[in-house]
């Protein structure tokens, strides 16, 4: 009986999108038996019971991912010779932009401000940005906090309409609007 050191193929690194499918593929070495294929993830045995995960042949299958599905996977090929592990893929789970607050509608009196708030997750960590449905945003009376806090100072009756937030990642974009009614 015979196991080989280096694999056929070694699995590559993965980046999804929570939701997504993951695929990672390998080919043991080969032995005489042929080597019986599983997996490890972050040094610790992957438990196939999950029904998201299947294994099959040199393939293993995530069929809808989630964030802690994320880390250090190898591939480990077994015979009555021992066993040996593949390089290392890493498995990288990215989260679409998400609101944590939306903005609110909002009725002012002239001449007074309007606050609209908004806080966007994601992975990477969304841009967000705001913009007005008909036209640019009042020029020299905006402003746009840290906190990504849409203030107008002074309003005026042409600041009505909507305004709308956009957090944007590379997996992602997301938009949140809110109207602005001047009495």
């Known amino acids: 009986s015979v196991l080989r050191d280096d694999f056929r193929q070694n699995p590559s690194d993965v980046m999804v999108a929570v939701g997504e499918p993951a695929v990672m593929e390998c080919q043991p070495p080969r032995g005489h038996p042929e080597p019986t294929i599983s997996w490890k993830k972050d040094g610790t045995p992957l438990d196939d ?8 042949g040199g393939k293993l299958m995530i069929t ?8 250090k996977y190898v591939c480990v ?3 009555m010779v021992g066993e040996r592990e593949s390089e290392v893929a890493e498995l990288t789970v990215l989260e679409r932009p998400s609101f944590v607050k939306r903005p609110s509608n909002l009725a002012v009196t002239v001449d007074d401000s309007a606050e609209f708030k908004c806080e966007a997750r994601g992975d990477p960590v969304p841009t967000v940005r705001w913009r007005k449905d008909d036209g640019d945003l009042p020029k020299a009376r905006y402003e746009i906090r840290d906190d990504h806090t849409l203030k107008i100072r002074k309003v005026v009756a042409g600041d009505m309409g909507s305004y709308t937030c956009v957090a944007e990642n590379m997996v992602g974009k997301a938009e949140a609007s809110a109207t602005l009614t001047v009495q």
């Open 49 to 56: 019971k999950d029904e998201r995960i299947t294994i099959r």
């Open 64 to 71: 809808y991912t989630r964030k802690n599905d994320a880390g």
């Open 77 to 79: 090929g077994t015979n």
